[in-house]
């Protein structure tokens, strides 16, 4: 056999065991709901994006039901800036104003969701755009930020605390990929910035999720950061409490995130790499997995 023949011959025993292995996960997750939180470097490079929307579109077609939620932090403040709105935060959190609200709306829904379900469909695909505001999906309460000297006010920023998934099992039942951006309306009709870490748990724990899987520009949870030898491949419930406090700030949610999707029900939760393309896959169909899984005690 000559060293080209042996070669292509190699490659497809390669492709041919990787098909193998992912059977069992096929099996495990067919039917089931799976929520994606799509955030981080893979929103703002396109070849990753593609590479995303790719994915859900091959779970899609193999059977199972990816639900993706998003936020937009750089790009809202890219628009912000555009209008001459100065951008402030504090603890992590967008102060959000009545003059900053509709533009954060607007960048989600229209720029954010709309590019995402063209890839997805490009892919081959249907996605329907939504936000917590279509079909009653999400209500929130206002937040302030806990501080030494008592609470802030943080404008109108706040925390998913009811979810109605009728709009979003419609959307599964049908065959399309919901796209789910995260403001939503209190129960006095105040339009609030919601965090969409916490937004995809609450999501997945009313959906009835198999896994909630979170992206980061991280390999995964450190248990001792910068100390790069603690990463964590795998976390019990208890023990995630147990570290939460010592969390560099912007793990922070990410970790709560998964910590209530498992304590609301859902068998695991992960944050992954979305560095890597077509890290979803690498964590669903093989052996390895990718990044950090969360498991109840």
């Not at 490079?45 to 091959?58: G, I, S, T, V």
């Not at 802030?152 to 789910?180: C, H, K, S, T, W």
């Amino acid at each position: 056999m000559i060293p080209s023949e042996q070669h292509e011959n190699g490659l497809a025993r390669i492709k041919a065991e990787t098909l193998i292995e992912s059977l069992p996960w096929l099996q495990a997750f067919h039917g089931k709901v799976v929520v994606v939180k799509f955030g981080g470097n893979a929103m703002v490079d396109e070849e990753l994006q593609r590479a995303f929307a790719e994915d859900m579109a091959y779970l899609r077609w193999v059977g199972i039901k990816p639900v993706v939620v998003h936020g937009g932090g750089p790009q809202i403040s890219a628009r912000l800036a555009e209008l001459g709105i100065e951008s402030e935060f504090r603890g992590g959190f967008r102060v959000t104003t009545d003059e900053t609200i509709g533009v954060v709306r607007d960048v989600l829904r229209d720029q954010i969701s709309a590019q995402l379900a063209d890839m997805i469909k490009l892919a081959g695909a249907e996605a329907v755009i939504m936000s917590g505001e279509d079909g009653n999906l999400f209500r929130a309460e206002k937040t302030t930020l806990d501080s030494a000297e008592g609470p802030i006010d943080i404008g109108l920023v706040g925390e998913v605390n009811l979810v109605n998934p009728r709009i979003v099992f419609e959307a599964l039942d049908a065959g399309r990929i919901p796209v789910v951006s995260t403001v939503a309306p209190s129960t006095s009709g105040e339009l609030l910035n919601v965090n969409a870490d916490l937004a995809a748990a609450a999501l997945a724990v009313a959906l009835g999720a198999e896994k909630l899987m979170v992206l980061t520009d991280v390999p995964g949870l450190y248990s001792d950061w910068p100390n790069r030898d603690s990463l964590v491949s795998e976390i019990s419930e208890s023990e995630l409490i147990e570290l939460l406090p010592k969390l560099e700030s912007g793990m922070i949610p990410k970790m709560q995130a998964c910590l209530r999707a498992v304590q609301g029900g859902v068998p695991r939760a992960h944050v992954i790499d979305g560095r890597t393309p077509h890290s979803i896959l690498l964590e669903i169909f093989t052996v390895s997995g990718f990044g950090t899984m969360v498991l109840p005690d």
